[in-house]
T-cell receptor, first 112, second 109 residues
Framework: NAGVTQTPKFRVLKTGQSMTLLCAQDMNHEYMYWYRQDPGMGLRLIHYSVGEGTTAKGEVPDGYNVSRLKKQNFLLGLESAAPSQTSVYFC???????????FGPGTRLTVT | EDQVTQSPEALRLQEGESSSLNCSYTVSGLRGLFWYRQDPGKGPEFLFTLYSAGEEKEKERLKATLTKKESFLHITAPKPEDSATYLCALMDSSYKLIFGSGTRLLVRP
């Protein structure tokens, strides 16, 4: 039981490049979330999903897209990376009827 | 607007020196308050959920309490391995979490 896993762990992009971050969970959780964490600002919700095939915007969705084609996977895409997207990205999930979220180890992204 | 504020931003303690971390909040209807621990370079680790004022939960040297306006994370006789950033989060009316910016705790031997 690996919990929540994220790939890659680190990535460096140039401005304008695109990439996809993958989150996978093996706990059969319904809900999945993408956050970004910046110094002094705490965790901010980017997008989330309440089930397979559904997605919704969070607090800071601009510049990101997501997809949840399979229940266990939640993908975060950056179509045209900007330096302002330099951050640490965390994925989380929670089960139906439970409220605590379980987090992955994070992806550190640098956009130059 | 739902809001979470944590204080202090950073706290240094000697091993064995008990203290408390504060999480104050404003919310239209409290659905739950969460505490997480985050070690450097890792994801947040769930500690506690509190749902109503007066509720308390304990785990080893940690005890979380909740009032109508704030939550405290009490650390009794801390050890160096308790050094981490402690995050507080509020569950809003749509069951999403709103996080505070955290308290960085350093426990010196």
């Amino acid at each position: 039981n690996a919990g929540v896993t994220q790939t890659p762990k680190f990535r460096v992009l140039k401005t304008g490049q695109s990439m996809t971050l993958l989150c996978a969970q093996d706990m059969n959780h319904e809900y999945m979330y993408w956050y970004r964490q910046d110094p002094g600002m705490g965790l901010r919700l980017i997008h989330y999903s309440v089930g397979e095939g559904t997605t919704a915007k969070g607090e800071v969705p601009d510049g990101y897209n997501v997809s949840r084609l399979k229940k266990q996977n939640f993908l975060l895409g950056l179509e045209s990376a900007a330096p302002s997207q330099t951050s640490v990205y965390f994925c989380a999930s929670r089960g139906l009827g439970f409220y605590e979220q379980y987090f992955g180890p994070g992806t550190r992204l640098t956009v130059t | 607007e739902d809001q979470v504020t944590q204080s202090p931003e950073a706290l240094r303690l000697q091993e064995g020196e008990s203290s408390s971390l504060n999480c104050s909040y404003t919310v239209s209807g409290l659905r739950g308050l969460f505490w997480y621990r985050q070690d450097p370079g890792k994801g947040p680790e769930f500690l506690f959920t509190l749902y109503s004022a007066g509720e308390e939960k304990e785990k080893e040297r940690l005890k979380a309490t909740l009032t109508k306006k704030e939550s405290f994370l009490h650390i009794t006789a801390p050890k160096p391995e308790d050094s981490a950033t402690y995050l507080c989060a509020l569950m809003d009316s749509s069951y999403k979490l709103i996080f505070g910016s955290g308290t960085r705790l350093l426990v010196r031997p």
